[in-house]
């Protein structure tokens, strides 16, 4: 699944169909990873969640990765409060991670239309 992100993510680059410069791809590409790899390291995310935010930043470009990250902290600490009321350790960040995305996504649609 990552693979085909990382493919998608080269193929609109390279036909220009994203809007990105290979800077801003590869950017996002190194803005996801090393955002993913700080929590990684402290045990916050995965290794799958390394390389999907990474896919995802080269899909994107840097500027919305940051702007997907962000929103994916925030539905994060939200999984994260309720694995803590829950009485849990750990719990899964790819539905954070998709909700980050979903909500970035809606948040600039309203913000190019309103």
């Known amino acids: ?61 840097w500027r919305a990765e940051l702007g997907v990250i962000f929103y994916v902290a925030i539905f994060g600490g939200f999984g994260a409060a309720i694995a803590r009321w829950r009485k849990r350790d750990e719990f899964a960040y790819g539905p954070a991670i998709a909700l980050g995305l979903l909500a970035y996504m809606v948040h600039e649609y309203l913000r190019m239309f309103w």
Request: aromatic fraction near 10%; charge should be negative.
């Open 1 to 61: 699944m990552v693979m085909a992100i990382v493919f998608l993510g080269v193929v609109l680059t390279a036909t220009g169909l994203n809007g990105l410069s290979w800077l801003d791809s590869l950017g996002g590409f190194a803005v996801g990873f090393l955002l993913a790899l700080v929590f990684y390291c402290v045990g916050g995310l995965g290794g799958g969640d390394v390389k999907l935010l990474s896919a995802m930043g080269l899909v994107l470009g």
